[in-house]
């Protein structure tokens, strides 16, 4: 069964830091882009960033830019989402997804999509 899992979501005060791991399994998860998404209540869900499954290459919104990174360990399929310097509107349930093309803004069409994990800032 094809599985795509995020975890490492909790309580975080503004400022400080998480580290959000995507797994997969039955798929050739080297061969796909994979990326993450939020969604807040009451909000449209957010592509928050993605890398490339060739040569790594990233992409991120200004909302995250320079906070955000996102890295991939092709050995343990698994993705990884560093979230420095959170803010309160970071809060959201945080998605991963994994497609078979570029990475880049405006994805809307995903092979895989992940059950989520819930990413909430505190003041």
């Known amino acids: 069964d094809v599985q795509l899992q995020a975890s490492g979501g909790g309580l975080v005060q503004a400022g400080g830091s998480l580290r959000l791991s995507c797994t997969a399994s039955g798929f050739t998860f080297d061969d796909y882009t994979t990326g993450w998404f939020r969604q807040a209540p009451g909000k449209e869900r957010e592509g928050i960033g993605c890398v490339s499954s060739s040569e790594g290459s990233t992409y991120y919104p200004d909302s995250v830019k320079g906070r955000f990174t996102i890295s991939r360990d092709n050995a343990k399929n698994t993705v990884y989402l560093q979230m420095n310097s959170l803010k309160l509107e970071d809060t959201a349930v945080y998605h991963c997804?994994?497609?078979?093309?570029?990475?880049?803004?405006?994805?809307?069409?995903?092979?895989?999509w992940g059950q989520g994990t819930l990413v909430t800032v505190s003041s």
């Open positions: 997804a994994s497609w078979g093309y570029g990475c880049y803004a405006g994805i809307s069409h995903y092979d895989y």
